[in-house]
């Protein structure tokens, strides 16, 4: 696969994606989007890719946002009409089964902020600015910052962010449960692909069952989500992985995984 704005590269079970328009600071257009649907689709797909990193090109910038250029040539009635963002959540999160981790090595800016936090967890060099300044453009949010970055810091951190546009530093990130780790600049990359060999080495399908159960967390109430806890945990038992890696415990040996 070739691409114009992002490349990808597998290095073994690890899919590494990285947002190429370093001049633009990454800014996220129509055909970032297209590539990045591409490119979730065949990670999902290709049963030796286990996890994935997506990260931003050049020093700068993880992504600065939505393209300025790009939404100021637009109508109302062409954002309404082709349900602009829609596809950020209904193409790639809800798409992507599997694990795959942010790597923000500088500005992660609106949609930028808003990509980062689709992913599972965040990584952050030191850095890392996120912020949600859409209102100075005198819009807000539309790629999920309205509710993802509530859900991960609380109302009042978020609504300050949303309502001044101020930017958030790394340590600040970290310490408001924003991002996982935060770690020098120069070692985010080694740190998050590290991170992601670990994830890739654990058995894939209760690396899925696990994404699934947190994910529940945002989306139910605590009794739906214990059930649903329970009723993934109970599949999970009946799987070839579980005997194995339960097996390999006793013989005090590591797990050889089937996924399945
Ligand atoms: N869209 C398009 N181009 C962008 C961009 C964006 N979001 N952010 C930066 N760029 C471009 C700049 O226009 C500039 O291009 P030119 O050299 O052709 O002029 C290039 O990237 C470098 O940017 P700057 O010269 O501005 O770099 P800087 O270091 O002085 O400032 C910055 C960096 C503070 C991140 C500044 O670029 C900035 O404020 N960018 C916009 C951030 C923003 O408002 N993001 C939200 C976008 S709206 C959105 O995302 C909606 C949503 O909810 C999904």
């Not at 101020?166 to 770690?183: F, I, K």
């Not at 890696?245 to 005090?252: D, L, P, R, S, T």
Request: charged content about 25%; aromatic content about 6%.
């Amino acid at each position: 696969m070739t691409f114009e704005t992002i490349t990808v590269e597998q290095r073994d079970a690890v899919t590494l994606i990285t947002l190429n328009r370093p001049k633009a600071l990454n800014a996220l257009n129509s055909k970032v989007l297209e590539e990045l649907i591409e490119a979730f689709a065949a990670y999902q797909a290709d049963s030796s890719q286990l996890c994935a990193v997506l990260t931003g090109s050049g020093d700068k910038a993880f992504a600065a946002g939505a393209d300025i250029k790009e939404m100021s040539e637009k109508e109302a009635a062409d954002f309404y009409l082709d349900d602009f963002f829609s596809p950020w959540t209904s193409e790639i999160v809800k798409k992507t089964r599997k694990p795959w981790i942010a790597a923000v090595n500088g500005f992660a800016l609106g949609g930028g902020c808003e990509l980062a936090m689709m992913a599972d967890f965040i990584i952050a060099s030191e850095n890392a600015k996120f912020g949600q300044p859409e209102i100075k453009l005198g819009v807000a949010p539309g790629m999920g910052g309205s509710q993802r970055l509530t859900k991960a810091i609380g109302k009042s951190k978020a609504m300050e962010m949303c309502l001044t546009g101020r930017m958030m530093g790394a340590e600040e990130a970290e310490r408001s449960n924003l991002v996982a780790r935060v770690v020098p600049h120069d070692e985010l990359l080694d740190d998050a692909m590290k991170t992601a060999a670990q994830i890739a080495a654990m058995p894939p399908m209760a690396a899925i069952a696990n994404k699934e159960m947190v994910n529940a967390a945002f989306e139910t109430s605590l009794d739906q989500g214990l059930i649903i806890e329970r009723r993934i945990f109970q599949i999970l038992t009946a799987s070839e992985d579980k005997k194995e890696g339960m097996a390999a415990f006793v013989e005090k040996r590591e797990g050889k995984w089937k996924g399945r």
